[in-house]
């Protein structure tokens, strides 16, 4: 059964920092196209950063200079480091896998930065 688990999210105050961590089963995520995407409310889901199968990277400019995508790969996991966080980073962030036409969700993870 593929699964795709998010953690790391959490409470912090602008500025600081957290790491989000994307944990797969049933598929290998080397081979995989990742995506970070973030909901906030009354907000469509939005691309926040992508790690494609040869380790090219995209991130929004919003969050450019400041978060940083990356495979783990002895673990099967993609991580997403997230620095200087602001309160328009706050939402909740979903991992997403796709390769051979097909597509995974996790079911999202809470990051907060009150303002």
């Known amino acids: 059964q593929v699964q795709l688990v998010e953690s790391g999210g959490g409470l912090v105050q602008a500025g600081g920092s957290l790491s989000l961590t994307c944990t797969a089963s049933?598929?290998?995520?080397?081979?995989?196209?990742v995506h970070w995407f973030r909901q906030t409310p009354g907000q469509e889901r939005e691309l926040v950063a992508t790690?494609?199968?040869?380790?090219?990277?995209y991130y929004d400019d919003s969050v450019k200079g400041r978060f940083t995508i990356f495979r783990n790969k002895d673990k099967n996991q993609v991580n997403l480091q997230m620095t200087g966080l602001k309160p328009d980073d706050s939402g909740v962030y979903y991992c997403?896998?796709?390769?051979?036409?097909?597509?995974?969700w996790g079911q999202g993870t809470q990051v907060t930065v009150p303002s």
């Open positions: 997403h896998a796709a390769a051979y036409g097909k597509f995974y």
């Open positions: 049933g598929i290998n995520l080397d081979i995989y196209d």
């Open positions: 790690l494609n199968n040869v380790e090219t990277t």
